[in-house]
């Protein structure tokens, strides 16, 4: 069955960075795209961005543009999300979520992490 | 930018209830929009793809309607565990709506 197994908590001072992990199997990892959606506590969800982990294509959400770089390592099956300058609203839990259709650049999320807690604070 | 508003914030509803939400499009979506459920704690779980179409495994007491800006997603009786926060997510540049949480009345 398909997992998305996430690395742990963080906890991070303002302006430092986090590289957040999620580890894939089940599944071809090739075929499918990679969202990062956060919610912060109390909130709703929000789309980060999304990598193909057939090419490398990414696309971001605006609001995160020039702080946000998605990757993926094939060899390994896993995908990162690093988030830098943190600030104190950056306080959330990350998931990262497979495509529900294979070579799609655009869509839903069928399956999700477990969510990794960062928590931004000095 | 599309912007999805879902309502009502919270529905109080007692168990065998049917349930209706409601997610508004600031714009045409066409059939593009899929319903999320969110318990405490958990990550969300697709429910409903392409407004109408039921994610695998998902029970048939859900169901998705709508088209162009009006949505709707239908428990037809609820069951002790849904009562949960439902979101709805268009899928061109997968923004979602603000949330309707299913309470027990």
């Known amino acids: 069955q398909v997992q998305l197994v996430q690395s742990g908590a963080e906890v991070k001072k303002p302006g430092a960075s986090v590289k957040v992990s999620c580890k894939a199997s089940g599944y071809t990892f090739t075929s499918y795209g990679i969202s990062w959606v956060r919610q912060a506590p109390g909130q709703g969800l929000e789309w980060m961005g999304w990598?193909?982990?057939?090419?490398?294509?990414?696309n971001y959400a605006q609001k995160l543009q020039g702080r946000v770089t998605m990757t993926t390592d094939t060899s390994t099956s896993t995908a990162y999300m690093e988030l830098r300058s943190l600030r104190s609203d950056d306080t959330a839990v990350y998931y990262c979520?497979?495509?529900?259709?294979?070579?799609?650049?655009?869509?839903?999320?069928?399956?999700w992490g477990q969510g990794t807690l960062v928590t931004v604070s000095s | 930018e599309i912007v999805l508003t879902q309502s009502p914030a919270t529905l109080s509803l007692s168990p065998g209830e049917r349930a209706t939400l409601s997610c508004r499009a600031s714009?045409?979506?066409?059939?593009?929009l899929a319903w999320y459920q969110q318990k405490p704690g958990q990550a969300p779980r697709l429910l409903i793809y392409?407004?109408?179409n039921r994610a695998t495994g998902i029970p048939a007491r859900f169901s998705g309607s709508g088209s162009g800006t009006d949505f709707t997603l239908t428990i037809s009786s609820l069951e002790p565990e849904d009562f949960a926060v439902y979101y709805c997510?268009?899928?061109?540049?997968?923004?979602f709506g603000q949330g309707t949480k299913v309470e027990i009345k």
């Open positions: 990598i193909s982990a057939y090419n490398g294509n990414t």
């Open positions: 714009q045409s979506v066409s059939s593009y």
């Open positions: 979520a497979r495509d529900h259709v294979p070579y799609d650049s655009s869509g839903y999320f069928a399956n």
């Open positions: 392409d407004a109408s």
């Open positions: 997510q268009q899928r061109s540049i997968r923004t």
